[in-house]
């Protein structure tokens, strides 16, 4: 089983970027699709994106595409997400997530009955105005 830890939260003032990484430790990366969340005071965790085992292709939410974007480093067994142009509505914990298949990270906010297996413990960015 994989276990994952994430870094580079903190705080950033509105129109500022952040790269957040994400480690692998345990298995392979490469066995993994992997995903992006985070979670804002009082709602629901989103799905920000999501990657393949291979990173050729990568799934964002309309509400961040174009500001952010996921990539991975297999060798590293690492996964970033670099954030541009942040608001203040970007704040949130911001969580990594790994599963064998694309599709459960895509669902797994969406759909009930879908798992993830594997959860960061989340970093938390903080955007003010």
């Known amino acids: 089983q994989v276990q994952l830890v994430e870094s580079g939260g903190g705080l950033v003032q509105a129109g500022g970027s952040l790269r957040l990484s994400c480690a692998a430790s345990?298995?392979?990366?490469?066995?993994?699709?992997m995903g992006w969340f985070r979670q804002a005071p009082g709602k629901e965790r989103e799905l920000i994106g999501a990657?393949?085992?291979?990173?050729?292709?990568?799934y964002y939410a309309d509400s961040v595409r174009g500001r952010f974007t996921i990539s991975r480093d297999n060798a590293k067994n690492t996964v970033y997400l670099q954030m541009n142009s942040l608001q203040p509505e970007d704040t949130a914990v911001y969580y990594c997530?790994?599963?064998?298949?694309?599709?459960?990270?895509?669902?797994?906010?969406?759909?009930?009955?879908?798992?993830?297996?594997?959860w960061g413990q989340g970093t938390l960015v903080t955007v003010s105005s």
């Open positions: 997530a790994a599963d064998p298949k694309l599709h459960n990270l895509v669902v797994v906010t969406t759909d009930k009955d879908v798992n993830v297996k594997v």
């Open positions: 345990g298995r392979t990366l490469s066995s993994y699709a």
């Open positions: 990657t393949t085992r291979s990173g050729s292709s990568t």
